[in-house]
């Protein structure tokens, strides 16, 4: 059971001990008691009693109502008073203090009991209201909030010193006249709040609220909202508007620099030259400027209902949401950039470089991506360009370094043994036996053939390289050509024991230029006799493959190594190697025939294996009739 915690004071100590008494056998706790208003304060401090009965009359410096006042003021505990004093004077003196009870002696304890219960429960009100106050001044002070009361009838301004303290001024500076609080708004605001007020007077409304400006005491310039609410007349009180004024200046500054920035962003938005667009964490376009929309071809309304995967190329999808999936993820990546390719609405492609910005709120929740696009297809075009330059003019001086390699080398080495051999019978033909003879004159045949091949060669080489090598298309019997190059080549082929035939077919017709052709054959079958060793077999055939003829030349000879495969057709590669009975080549032979069959609509490509032998195979277009 908790009991009412009771300090007696009181001069003399037998009355003292027979309150003690009483107010134990009522139920009460008496912590103490004291005779002199200092001793009372000392236990105050110390035991924090929950009510004081006071004796008026007290040893000391102090009496009753002295110390009651002071304990009150800074304890703020209920006190009675209990005395043998009934005048008047008395009475007022004490009513100052405010005190909870005043009893007379002697007293009656359950009139004590009500008078302490009364004093307990309007102390604790007392105290929540005292509460309430300092949490209430606390948060005005904080909220840079003043109080005021205006009396729109006798033109009363009652500010509290919040109020004041927000304009600069101290709590004894300002009187209640209107006029000087109306000096206090800006010049340019005065006239809107005379007649925004006015007209609130006139309205129903009970509530009024106004943003303006202020002159502060320092002569600065700040902003404040007013808020208030109205007050019917009452019999003994005018018309009133009580209300509160906040100073708003830092949040206003904020909102015109927001604004000004804002406005700022807005233009480099809409007039820079660049694309920029805006949209959503999950992509969606929520803004975009003209640059943009000029870039890819559609209208603003169009580009809003859409989402950025709509215009990205499907080739640059995957890393585009990547890039964004990443930043994302990410508490520290706001901003990246990637090379990406738009679809514009007539087809075309559009290159980019997107920088994209990834914009957070105060949680680092994301809000939205910026990006600015900048059109970089024409360079794009001219990289593309320079690819193709660059690939060309290796390609020339591939063919000028091949050309001078022919014509230094093997050019050169026919000549040198056509004269060794010329010059050997010119001195010897007299001592030479007709077999010497035959074998020197068959030594001439072979190195004259090989000029004469290579003499081809560069002259439909160069012939291709200068672009005056026209195609004439005619209508060819593939079957009967074969047969015309197997036959040229049928000596070549008994020197060295190999088998050289044709598979029978139907007589296929060919649609293509016959002397391109020929060529083609004569390459491709002579290579075929010279990889081949002695003993060996090369195969040719003809093949129907729908609006082609596939010819096809098989050998069983040395074969050709992945690698080298890759170097036949090239003309920087520099591929070249000798035959089985160390015949020579010029490394011309299947680049001719590669320009040659691509120009009569075909393809070359071989199937070989190191040891095992090559098929090389081509295709032209059938004649209209054979199809």
Same mark, same amino acid.
């Given at each position: 059971?908790?009991?009412?915690?009771?300090?007696?004071?009181?001069?003399?100590?037998?009355?003292?001990?027979?309150?003690?008494?009483?107010?134990?056998?009522?139920?009460?706790?008496?912590?103490?008691?004291?005779?002199?208003?200092?001793?009372?304060?000392?236990?105050?401090?110390?035991?924090?009693?929950?009510?004081?009965?006071?004796?008026?009359?007290?040893?000391?410096?102090?009496?009753?109502?002295?110390?009651?006042?002071?304990?009150?003021?800074?304890?703020?505990?209920?006190?009675?008073?209990?005395?043998?004093?009934?005048?008047?004077?008395?009475?007022?003196?004490?009513?100052?203090?405010?005190?909870?009870?005043?009893?007379?002696?002697?007293?009656?304890?359950?009139?004590?009991?009500?008078?302490?219960?009364?004093?307990?429960?309007?102390?604790?009100?007392?105290?929540?209201?005292?509460?309430?106050? !300092?949490?209430?001044?606390?948060?005005?002070?904080?909220?840079?909030?003043?109080?005021?009361?205006?009396?729109?009838?006798?033109?009363?301004?009652?500010?509290?010193?919040?109020?004041?303290?927000?304009?600069?001024?101290?709590?004894?500076?300002?009187?209640?006249?209107?006029?000087?609080?109306?000096?206090?708004?800006?010049?340019?605001?005065?006239?809107?709040?005379?007649?925004?007020?006015?007209?609130? =007077?006139?309205?129903?409304?009970?509530?009024?609220?106004?943003?303006?400006?202020?002159?502060?005491?320092?002569?600065?310039?700040?902003?404040?909202?007013?808020?208030?609410?109205?007050?019917?007349?009452?019999?003994?009180?005018?018309?009133?508007?009580?209300?509160?004024?906040?100073?708003?200046?830092?949040?206003?500054?904020?909102?015109?620099?927001?604004?000004?920035?804002?406005?700022?962003?807005?233009?480099?938005?809409?007039?820079?030259?660049?694309?920029?667009?805006?949209?959503?964490?999950?992509?969606?376009?929520?803004?975009?400027?003209?640059?943009?929309?000029?870039?890819?071809?559609?209208?603003?309304?169009?580009?809003?209902?859409?989402?950025?995967?709509?215009?990205?190329?499907?080739?640059?999808?995957?890393?585009?949401?990547?890039?964004?999936?990443?930043? !994302?993820?990410?508490?520290?990546?706001?901003?990246?950039?990637?090379?990406?390719?738009?679809?514009?609405?007539?087809?075309?492609?559009?290159?980019?470089?997107?920088?994209?910005?990834?914009?957070?709120?105060?949680?680092?929740?994301?809000?939205?991506?910026?990006?600015?696009?900048?059109?970089?297809?024409?360079?794009?075009?001219?990289?593309?360009? =320079? =690819?193709?330059?660059?690939?060309?003019?290796?390609?020339?001086?591939?063919?000028?370094?091949?050309?001078?390699?022919?014509?230094?080398?093997?050019?050169?080495?026919?000549?040198?043994?056509?004269?060794?051999?010329?010059?050997?019978?010119?001195?010897?033909?007299?001592?030479?036996?007709?077999?010497?003879?035959?074998?020197?004159?068959?030594?001439?045949?072979?190195?004259?053939?090989?000029?004469?091949?290579?003499?081809?060669?560069?002259?439909?080489?160069?012939?291709?390289?200068?672009?005056?090598?026209?195609?004439?298309?005619?209508?060819?019997?593939?079957?009967?050509?074969?047969?015309?190059?197997?036959?040229?080549?049928?000596?070549?082929?008994?020197?060295?024991?190999?088998?050289?035939?044709?598979?029978?077919?139907?007589?296929?017709?060919?649609?293509?230029?016959?002397?391109?052709?020929?060529?083609?054959?004569?390459?491709?079958?002579?290579?075929?006799?010279?990889?081949?060793?002695?003993?060996?077999?090369?195969?040719?055939?003809?093949?129907?493959?729908?609006?082609?003829?596939?010819?096809?030349?098989?050998?069983?000879?040395?074969?050709?190594?992945?690698?080298?495969?890759?170097?036949?057709?090239?003309?920087?590669?520099?591929?070249?190697?000798?035959?089985?009975?160390?015949?020579?080549?010029?490394?011309?032979?299947?680049?001719?025939?590669?320009?040659?069959?691509?120009?009569?609509?075909?393809?070359?490509?071989?199937?070989?294996?190191?040891?095992?032998?090559?098929?090389?195979?081509?295709?032209?277009?059938?004649?209209?009739?054979?199809?």
């Amino acid at each position: 059971m908790i009991y009412t915690k009771i300090l007696i004071v009181e001069d003399e100590q037998i009355v003292a001990k027979n309150i003690e008494k009483r107010l134990t056998a009522g139920g009460y706790e008496v912590v103490a008691s004291a005779s002199t208003g200092e001793e009372a304060i000392e236990k105050v401090q110390h035991l924090l009693p929950d009510i004081i009965l006071m004796d008026i009359k007290l040893k000391g410096k102090m009496d009753g109502i002295e110390t009651a006042d002071f304990i009150r003021k800074h304890y703020q505990l209920p006190v009675i008073f209990l005395t043998s004093y009934t005048d008047e004077e008395t009475f007022q003196r004490a009513k100052i203090t405010e005190p909870f009870g005043f009893l007379i002696k002697p007293f009656d304890i359950k009139e004590l009991n009500r008078s302490v219960e009364i004093a307990i429960y309007k102390n604790k009100i007392y105290k929540e209201l005292l509460d309430t106050k !300092l949490r209430f001044e606390i948060a005005i002070k904080a909220g840079k909030t003043g109080v005021w009361e205006f009396w729109p009838t006798k033109k009363k301004y009652y500010g509290d010193k919040n109020l004041k303290s927000l304009y600069g001024y101290e709590e004894k500076e300002l009187s209640d006249d209107l006029e000087v609080w109306s000096t206090l708004v800006y010049k340019d605001d005065q006239e809107i709040m005379s007649r925004t007020f006015n007209n609130f =007077l006139k309205s129903s409304k009970q509530e009024f609220k106004l943003e303006h400006r202020i002159y502060k005491k320092d002569g600065s310039i700040g902003w404040v909202v007013d808020h208030g609410l109205l007050f019917e007349a009452e019999s003994n009180k005018p018309l009133r508007l009580i209300g509160t004024t906040t100073d708003i200046t830092e949040r206003k500054e904020a909102e015109i620099e927001l604004q000004k920035s804002e406005e700022k962003f807005r233009n480099v938005f809409e007039s820079s030259g660049m694309g920029m667009i805006i949209t959503s964490p999950d992509g969606q376009y929520t803004k975009v400027n003209q640059a943009f929309c000029e870039m890819i071809g559609y209208k603003e309304k169009e580009i809003l209902k859409s989402n950025f995967r709509d215009f990205t190329h499907p080739g640059d999808f995957e890393k585009s949401t990547e890039l964004l999936r990443d930043m !994302l993820k990410s508490e520290f990546s706001e901003s990246g950039f990637l090379e990406k390719r738009y679809l514009h609405k007539n087809g075309e492609v559009i290159w980019a470089i997107t920088t994209i910005s990834l914009i957070r709120d105060f949680e680092k929740k994301p809000l939205y991506f910026i990006a600015q696009i900048r059109d970089i297809t024409k360079r794009k075009r001219y990289e593309e360009q =320079l =690819l193709v330059y660059a690939e060309e003019l290796k390609t020339l001086n591939a063919a000028k370094d091949k050309f001078f390699s022919i014509i230094s080398h093997d050019l050169r080495n026919p000549f040198n043994s056509l004269l060794g051999v010329t010059e050997f019978i010119t001195q010897s033909y007299d001592e030479m036996n007709p077999a010497e003879i035959k074998e020197s004159v068959s030594n001439i045949y072979r190195s004259s053939q090989q000029v004469y091949n290579l003499i081809l060669n560069l002259l439909e080489w160069s012939r291709l390289q200068t672009g005056r090598s026209e195609v004439e298309k005619t209508e060819l019997n593939i079957s009967k050509m074969i047969d015309d190059v197997i036959s040229l080549y049928s000596q070549n082929a008994i020197a060295k024991k190999i088998k050289l035939s044709r598979v029978p077919d139907e007589g296929l017709i060919a649609y293509a230029d016959k002397y391109m052709i020929e060529t083609v054959l004569r390459n491709l079958i002579s290579n075929a006799i010279k990889f081949t060793p002695k003993g060996g077999r090369v195969t040719a055939e003809c093949i129907k493959k729908e609006n082609f003829i596939e010819v096809i030349i098989t050998d069983n000879g040395i074969g050709i190594s992945g690698e080298n495969q890759n170097k036949l057709f090239k003309i920087d590669e520099q591929f070249k190697t000798d035959g089985t009975a160390d015949e020579k080549g010029t490394g011309l032979g299947l680049i001719l025939c590669k320009e040659f069959v691509e120009k009569n609509s075909g393809k070359i490509t071989l199937e070989s294996m190191e040891g095992k032998g090559t098929k090389m195979l081509f295709t032209i277009p059938l004649a209209s009739r054979s199809t």
